[in-house]
């Protein structure tokens, strides 16, 4: 079965700042990966799809990329409602990652 | 604009069984699979079961194989999630989400690829 991991953990970050949180599938996955962002008792929301297709609606500051194993989830200029933890997860029979809790600092 | 519902979370002893359900609006239910995913307190998210749009298949995680039953039913645009020998790890808010298709490298359509709108959940204790 195909593990997915993600790094780091959590982090914190100042109000502007670029962030950037790795995926990793333990087998190719080609471009089959999403994003989401799941706030403190609210419902995950998708961000991207096919590792870097940004979701109608979501901000710009918002991008993926990657292909394979290892996979990229940036945010350009954090803003204070971003705050949230990130997962990804593979297609077909999903798999998420444990997750990255996005603070500020 | 899509909509999903989800109800039946309760409070219920080791042992016992409950059924959740999924009102589905604002999209054609049968073009779509659909998902439970639950995340128990303080973790993270975990997939539970799969059923493709027609409801001709079905998917489970090894951890509810042969105790859990994804569902659906057309007259009433509902996705359900039949639950037995419910155990103290089953403890968890469940999301009811819908499935977005995608198409592989070699063009072959797949449906069961990334959630694309998720219900609020509803929220399954198990504790004697």
């Known amino acids: 079965d195909i593990q997915m991991t993600q790094s780091p953990s959590s982090l914190s970050a100042s109000v502007g700042d670029r962030v950037t949180i790795t995926c990793r599938a333990s087998?190719?996955?080609?471009?089959?990966l999403a994003w989401y962002q799941q706030k403190p008792g609210k419902a995950p929301k998708l961000l991207i799809y096919?590792?870097?297709t940004l979701q109608s609606g979501v901000p710009s500051r918002f991008s993926g990329s990657g292909s394979g194993t290892d996979f990229t989830l940036t945010i350009s200029n954090l803003q204070p409602e971003d705050v949230a933890t990130y997962y990804c997860?593979?297609?077909?029979?999903?798999?998420f990652g444990p997750g990255t809790k996005v603070d500020l600092k | 604009e899509v909509q999903l519902l989800e109800s039946g979370g309760a409070l219920i002893r080791p042992g016992g069984s409950l059924r959740l359900s999924c009102a589905a609006s604002?999209?054609?239910?049968?073009?779509?699979?659909m998902s439970w995913v639950r995340q128990a307190p303080g973790r993270g998210l975990e997939w539970v079961s799969d059923?493709?749009?027609?409801?001709?298949?079905?998917y489970y995680a090894d951890s509810v194989k042969g105790r859990f039953t994804i569902s659906r039913d057309y007259s009433k645009n509902t996705l359900s999630l039949h639950m037995n020998s419910l155990r103290g790890e089953d403890t968890a808010v469940y999301y009811c989400?819908?499935?977005?298709?995608?198409?592989?490298?070699?063009?072959?359509?797949?449906?069961?690829?990334?959630?694309?709108?998720w219900g609020q959940g509803t929220l399954v204790t198990i504790s004697s």
């Open positions: 989400a819908r499935l977005k298709f995608y198409y592989t490298s070699s063009g072959d359509y797949h449906p069961l690829g990334y959630f694309d709108s």
């Open positions: 604002g999209f054609t239910f049968s073009n779509f699979a």
């Open positions: 059923i493709t749009g027609s409801g001709d298949s079905t």
């Open positions: 087998q190719g996955i080609r471009n089959y």
């Open positions: 096919g590792a870097s």
């Open positions: 997860q593979k297609y077909n029979n999903a798999v």
